[in-house]
């Protein structure tokens, strides 16, 4: 099933992004309730990627980003992070805490605080989805989140993985309310264990 | 001081010998082993992902381990007649950022490998600018043996 170019991007389309989309409904409702506005949450894309391509979708491994990172334990160990070039992240913020656009300049405690409740409500949701879907048990860590050039962040999770992995899913992930859209990457690392899992699980479940 | 243009990059895994600027760009953990031939004006340029060798072998990736970073450098230019007595080394990255996250700090291992191997080539390093938690940007000149290292909030430092 998963052999060909062909039989992946079915699966992504009417496996992975399903068990993805519907937990998200309940992201955007704690959301919603977090910053008393309507937010929803959508993933329009899921796609397994290279590592290699990996930087050039958040504009290049030199780039500034905002990132929050999430560890994950139990069936499926890996990682997880949100990754939003650094104007968009600041604009994020701006959403979140009802400010004007361009107030948020920097990361203060307010701001990371912020960052870090939109990553553990929307992380969370997404690994609830997966795990529900294919049967597993996973644990997300509490959120971690950071200002500093895309490459080198995601080298300090990657690696770990890459010694034996160099596949990872990119969640596309959209967030949206009255008047405004923002769109940022979340990569989902699992071990290659945890692939396995994901995979043999969600497979199992729709057959 | 405006850092040097670099129009080639050197992505993970990948080395070049060359006389022209180059770039890597957002190092972590990864390290950029730069080995200079000053006399020549050239120099090999690494960008090293891990401290050991994996197995995975890769010509689009020469440089994937300290090891084989290091060997690959000293002979591509030993082979464009370098004379490795005259070669000398300066190292970016290698730095932890997750340091709160119980993540290995595959930046420390990196940058002890790199200093080992070159060591065992008989390579002395000049300069440095590793660890600590934050990512840098690289911009290497083989023609004047320096590096512009670039860090958010952190200005510019040439090495």
Request: glycine share 12%; with cysteine; aromatic share 4%.
């Given at each position: 099933m998963l052999d060909d170019a062909v039989g992946f991007a079915r699966w992504q389309r009417d496996v992975l992004l399903p068990a993805i989309s519907q937990s998200l409904e309940q992201a955007g409702r704690a959301l919603s309730t977090m910053v008393q506005s309507?937010?929803?949450?959508?993933?329009?894309?899921v796609a397994m990627v290279g590592i290699d391509?990996?930087?050039?979708?958040?504009?290049?491994?030199?780039?500034?980003?905002?990132?929050?990172?999430?560890?994950?334990?139990?069936?499926?160990?890996?990682?997880?992070?949100?990754?939003?070039?650094?104007?968009?992240?600041?604009g994020l913020v701006d959403r979140l805490l009802g400010q004007p656009p361009k107030t948020t300049i920097t990361l203060g405690t307010l701001e990371t605080s912020a960052l870090a409740e939109l990553a553990n409500i929307t992380g969370s949701s997404i690994l609830n989805g997966l795990a529900d879907a294919?049967?597993?048990?996973?644990?997300?860590?509490?959120?971690?989140?950071?200002?500093?050039?895309?490459?080198?962040?995601?080298?300090?999770?990657?690696?770990?993985?890459?010694?034996?992995?160099?596949?990872?899913?990119?969640?596309?992930?959209?967030?949206?309310?009255?008047?405004?859209?923002?769109?940022?990457?979340?990569?989902?690392?699992?071990?290659?264990?945890?692939?396995?899992?994901?995979?043999?699980?969600?497979?199992?479940?729709?057959? | 001081?405006?850092?040097?243009?670099?129009?080639?990059?050197?992505?993970?895994?990948?080395?070049?010998?060359?006389?022209?600027?180059?770039?890597?760009?957002?190092?972590?953990?990864?390290?950029?082993?730069?080995?200079?031939?000053?006399?020549?004006?050239?120099?090999?340029?690494?960008h090293v992902v891990l401290p050991h060798e994996d197995g995975h072998v890769s010509t689009r990736a020469p440089a994937r381990s300290a090891?084989?970073?290091?060997?690959?450098?000293?002979?591509?230019?030993?082979?464009?007649?370098?004379?490795?007595?005259?070669?000398?080394?300066?190292l970016v990255g290698g730095a932890h950022l997750l340091s709160g996250v119980d993540l290995p700090d595959i930046g420390a291992e990196n940058v002890a490998a790199v200093r080992t191997a070159l060591r065992e080539a008989g390579i002395p390093v000049v300069a440095e600018d590793v660890g600590e938690d934050y990512g840098r940007t690289a911009h290497v000149d083989p023609a004047t043996?320096?590096?512009?290292?670039?860090?958010?909030?952190?200005?510019?430092?040439?090495l």
């Open positions: 309507p937010i929803r949450v959508a993933v329009p894309h391509e990996i930087t050039p979708s958040v504009g290049g491994a030199g780039v500034p980003v905002v990132a929050a990172y999430l560890g994950m334990t139990g069936d499926m160990a890996g990682h997880l992070m949100f990754m939003f070039p650094m104007p968009v992240g600041f294919a049967g597993l048990r996973v644990l997300p860590s509490s959120p971690t989140v950071r200002t500093d050039m895309a490459g080198a962040l995601l080298e300090s999770v990657l690696v770990p993985v890459a010694q034996r992995s160099e596949q990872v899913v990119l969640i596309r992930t959209v967030f949206e309310g009255d008047g405004w859209g923002i769109v940022g990457d979340c990569f989902l690392l699992p071990t290659v264990e945890g692939l396995e899992a994901l995979v043999q699980g969600l497979v199992s479940r729709k057959s | 001081m405006s850092a040097v243009s670099a129009p080639v990059t050197v992505g993970l895994g990948q080395a070049v010998v060359t006389d022209q600027p180059v770039g890597i760009l957002g190092l972590g953990s990864c390290v950029g082993v730069c080995i200079f031939d000053h006399e020549l004006g050239r120099a090999a340029v690494a090891p084989a970073a290091v060997r690959w450098a000293v002979t591509e230019l030993e082979r464009r007649g370098s004379d490795r007595q005259r070669l000398v080394a300066k043996g320096r590096i512009v290292v670039l860090a958010i909030g952190r200005g510019e430092r040439v």
